[in-house]
């Protein structure tokens, strides 16, 4: 499912060259629950952003459901990201001015979708996890863990078979965080991918597989007893 191969990003700031990736070796398999875990500048959010196809490594192989998307453009990135991917923030990305079922429908809207067919599948994933009673609430109605429900049923209507969720606590009080790590399981027991990226090892024990990541290298690779 997930193929990394030698990865290396570089960056180039003024006269430093910074090494964010070095000669990452990675895989997740269909159906995993994996946790990325490294503390500010470790290298997990550039790694989050080429799993996610958000960037490009700057060498390397990474091939996603057997797609090479090392050196796709910005126009196949963007659909494989439609097509393949859906993605949880920590801070949640929702439009302010919009309700929950308008919020969770954008990525159909994207897709071409009908507006019929968009309402019934954005309505059954805010029911999911959840949020049938808060369909047109917009998120200033909301609370914390509330909006990052809405989000994770986002992720959720494209289908998408891998969920990527980058620090998806961080926002939320204990109680609510909790409540979307709960959800995240329930989603990966019913068969989706999870990669799960935070600072948190207690965060990161809810997982499965545990990768930890340093100075832009992988130093562990364990599975979660």
């Avoid at 799993?51 to 797609?67: A, K």
């Avoid at 805010?126 to 049923?153: C, F, M, T, W």
């Amino acid at each position: 499912m997930i193929e990394v191969i030698d990865l290396c990003k570089t960056y180039h700031m003024g006269d430093n060259t910074v090494h964010a990736l070095k000669n990452v070796n990675l895989r997740i398999d269909e159906g995993e629950f994996v946790a990325i875990i490294g503390p500010s500048g470790s290298g997990k959010s550039t790694l989050m952003n080429i799993l996610g196809c958000l960037d490009v490594p700057t060498s390397g192989t990474y091939r996603l459901f057997g797609e090479e998307v090392s050196r796709m453009n910005d126009n196949q990135l963007a659909d494989i990201r439609n097509r393949r991917i859906g993605f949880v923030f920590q801070n949640f990305n929702l439009l302010q001015k919009l309700t929950a079922l308008e919020n969770v429908e954008l990525p159909l809207i994207y897709r071409g979708m009908g507006a019929k067919e968009r309402h019934r599948r954005a309505k059954a994933a805010l029911e999911n996890v959840g949020l049938g009673d808060r369909l047109h609430h917009k998120p200033s109605e909301l609370s914390g863990g509330q909006q990052q429900r809405v989000a994770i049923a986002r992720a959720l209507v494209s289908e998408a078979p891998l969920i990527l969720a980058d620090e998806p606590t961080g926002n939320l009080d204990s109680n609510a965080g909790r409540e979307i790590l709960k959800i995240l399981k329930e989603l990966n027991d019913r068969g989706s991918t999870v990669v799960l990226i935070t600072h948190d090892n207690s965060i990161a024990m809810n997982a499965k597989r545990l990768i930890r990541i340093q100075d832009g290298e992988i130093i562990e690779d364990r599975k979660v007893s």
